[in-house]
């Protein structure tokens, strides 16, 4: 039958491109709850550091942004920022932005940055379609798409406003493995090339691109264990490390890693490898069984020999740095909660608990065995990668809730493949014998599609109530069900960028570092890079020492405001009393003798606020700074709503004054109160004042 | 050891064509280039080491290149790959261009 005077072939082609629009269309749309509901707002952090180098990049062009040094982050001692990030998003968020200017389309950059990740989850759907066609058939590719477009794991960190490094991380993820796996099945150089630049871009936009320079090498050796080497694996791998690691050596933040550290070295190794294994095959097909046999004899044992030697005299000579800390505590997962107190304080590097996974995949995460199944039971070149990524990437998403991200690729597609299964035993029109009759047929089919509806309808729930939510602004239904912002953070921001003088420094903790530089616009003394343990350290003693040692260590370190978020009055468990142990921690760490976490417990063992509080607790700037006033506002039945604790019956403060606080005291901002102009401490002024 | 060596030779000599030795001489010629470059860094010293890793570099990728084409112009190989040795060649082109631009880059 003719539809628009077009034949079959092309009738499903047509039918295949008007599906991949919708599943964008659905991809895009699914992601702008928080657009609709609050407004376009750059959400939660670390976007926000995005957003002010991307701001940079527009206003002052590229060659400046390159070699950009902040003097206000990090007061005093400032940031590469040209060297210390990985440019990607930027870049690409500023060539969106010049191109539409060039077409006299002027939309402001800010919503060029809100909206590019909805844009790039459109474009994954699609390289997520190819991969399950390179993998299985169109079909499979179409099912793996529709899956990526609203799996709730990707979503999370790709809504609109999230303007983060994984936004267009994941596209180029999946379309580097996607390249990869094409130029191992055709052994085209030319693939290989193109997976080579899609390597580079990804390289310059996410740090993960570490799991794709060890799973790619991964896959060679394994290929090889298992006796598979061809030539068309010799022209894709060593096409792909060639170019890959000369072009990831060109973004400053990598630098020249690739030739020192542990991360990098398996791909060094398996380029080594292969080049020895492609020798040996080519000597084997031109000599005899028996003299073949002798010479790989002698040749393993010399390239052997010569490889451990070289390998041992390098890392004695410390030549091979190891394991950096991040990726080390993936493998010992105790390690970092001892030695890197910081990396073990971020909610997102915790271990996965069970339910997050059926939250973040739903029906996916057990159509996913049934993928690994079948790609065993094919088991080409191709599905063997499929397996070493599915157990790997398992792995890391256990060990680190983050990691849930980029186990969402490889669930899709497998999950894709295992429903292609299915239909295509159960629709097919029996040509392979009797088939199956008709009412359990209809029956298998039904069940799938229920589940399939029924995994959209729970992604789009879970992204509209989870997912959705801008961290900078908040929102409470009242008694009523009206709807109440939140609005303090932005608030308190402005408040500091009318009311304050440009140079003026501001200390808090360095959660709020990315914000307040980008919507204050001050010089913070710590931010969200988080690449000083011991600056951090500093902050976090002035934040528990007594008031007069904050006092001092303030003044030396040119702090003019210091911020505090306090959630008592709304009950906000998210701030900064909560997050005083890990402050005391980090301090401890630096700081053994100045500030020990035992202190601030009470003799009862409890972390108290109120009048049984430990002395080292009620005497700390932190303490101080969030109840000072508190009790007024609540008056007798003063009660901290996070704690569910009594209030301290009275909070004294003389060396800082209150310079502002938000409507819902959730932010409070003071000034560090200069010296006294009769050369008085700070505590005989106010009792001189008092009389 | 010696015996498999002449063997290999006498293969050689007898059952290669011209155009995949003139690969191969090509390929001795980067293999040499990088040897010479790796050992000046290790007698005089690494400094610019973004230099050094662009010659190495370099000249390892003209290597790979230049074997991948070997690969697959060989007529041994031809029910491997599905294209022609015209097409090799392309891509041979193609690796280059993108090479150049990024040793160019590297080279600083």
Known sequence: ?691 | MSAVLSALVRDYAAHTPLRLRAIDAYMAFCAVIALVQLVYCVLVGSFPYNAFLAGFGSAAACFVFAAALRIKTDKRNAHQFSGSPEGAFAEFVFCHIVLHFVVANFLG
């Open chain 1, 1 to 691: 039958m003719k539809v628009l005077g077009l034949s079959a072939v092309d009738q499903t082609r047509l039918l295949r491109i008007c599906i991949l629009g919708l599943i964008s269309v659905v991809a895009i749309g699914s992601r702008l709850y928080s657009v609709l509901r609050f407004e376009s707002v750059i959400h939660e952090f670390d976007p926000w550091f995005n957003y002010r180098t991307t701001k940079y990049l527009v206003q002052h062009g590229f060659e400046k942004f390159w070699n950009w040094f902040d003097e206000s982050a990090w007061y005093p001692l400032g940031r590469v920022v040209g060297g210390t990030l990985y440019p990607g998003i930027m870049v690409t968020s500023a060539a969106i932005y010049n191109a539409l200017h060039a077409l006299n389309i002027p939309v402001d950059i800010r919503n060029v940055c809100v909206f590019l990740a909805p844009g790039f989850s459109a474009l994954t759907a699609i390289a997520t379609y190819q991969l399950g066609k390179e993998v299985k058939n169109e079909t499979a590719g179409l099912l793996a798409a529709a899956f990526m477009g609203v799996a709730p794991g990707y979503i999370s960190r790709s809504v609109a406003g999230s303007y983060d490094n994984e936004g267009i991380a994941i596209f180029l993820l999946v379309l580097t493995f996607w390249l990869w796996l094409r130029a191992v099945r055709v052994g085209s150089a030319m693939s290989a090339a193109v997976c080579a630049l899609s390597y580079f871009y990804m390289v310059s936009a996410w740090g993960g691109y570490v799991f794709i320079i060890n799973l790619v090498p991964l896959h060679v050796c394994v290929l090889l264990a298992m006796g598979r080497f061809s030539n068309r694996l010799y022209v894709a791998y060593s096409t792909f490390y060639a170019l890959g690691t000369l072009a990831s050596m060109q973004i400053p933040f990598v630098g020249f890693q690739p030739t020192f550290t542990s991360e990098h070295m398996a791909a060094l190794g398996a380029f080594g490898l292969i080049q020895v294994v492609a020798a040996a095959y080519y000597v084997r097909a031109r000599v005899t069984a028996v003299q073949f046999r002798a010479f790989v004899g002698c040749a393993v044992v010399l390239v052997a020999a010569l490889g451990a030697c070289v390998l041992v005299v390098l890392t004695m000579r410390g030549a091979v740095a190891p394991w950096t800390g991040r990726f080390y505590s993936l493998w010992d997962t105790a390690y970092a909660k001892v030695h890197i107190p910081i990396i073990a304080s971020v909610s997102e590097h915790q271990p996965t608990a069970w339910p997050n996974f059926f939250f973040d995949l739903n029906v996916l995460i057990w159509l996913f065995p049934a993928g690994i199944y079948f790609s065993f039971r094919e088991l080409s070149d191709n599905h063997v990668f499929l397996i070493l990524y599915s157990v790997f990437a398992a792995y890391f998403a256990g060990v680190m809730v983050r990691l849930i991200l980029t186990l969402t690729p490889i669930v899709c597609v497998l999950a894709g493949v295992a429903v292609a299964n299915v239909f295509e035993a159960y629709l097919s029109r029996g040509s392979s014998g009797p088939g199956v009759a008709q009412v359990p047929r209809a029956a298998v089919i039904g069940a799938v599609l229920f589940l399939l509806c029924s995994f959209q309808w729970h992604s789009s729930w879970i992204t509209s109530t989870a997912y959705s939510s801008p961290s900078v602004v908040l929102a409470s239904r009242g008694p009523d069900g009206s709807h109440h912002i939140i609005d303090d953070f932005r608030e308190a921001y402005y408040w500091l960028r009318r009311n304050t003088e440009p140079h003026e420094r501001v200390l808090s903790w360095w959660d709020y570092g990315y914000q307040l530089a980008g919507m204050a616009d001050r010089p913070t003394l710590v931010d969200n890079n988080t690449w000083n343990n011991t600056h951090i350290a500093t902050v976090g003693r002035i934040m528990a020492s007594d008031e007069d040692t904050a006092y001092e260590l303030a003044r030396r370190h040119d702090v003019d405001y210091v911020l505090v978020v306090f959630g008592a009055m709304l009950g906000y468990s998210g701030d900064d009393i909560n997050k005083f142990l890990w402050m005391i921690r980090i301090a401890q760490g630096v700081y053994p003798n100045d500030v020990r976490e035992q202190d601030f417990f009470n003799a009862a063992g409890e972390y108290a606020i109120g009048d049984t509080a430990s002395k080292a607790m009620r005497e700390s700037l932190l303490h101080k700074l969030c109840y000072y006033r508190f009790g007024e506002v609540m008056g007798a039945q003063a009660f901290d709503r996070v704690r569910k604790q009594r209030l301290p019956s009275s909070v004294s403060l003389h060396n800082f004054e209150e310079a502002y606080t938000t409507e819902n005291w959730m932010v409070r901002i003071y000034r560090v109160k200069s010296l006294d102009n009769f050369g008085r401490s700070h505590h005989e002024a106010a009792k001189f004042d008092s009389t």
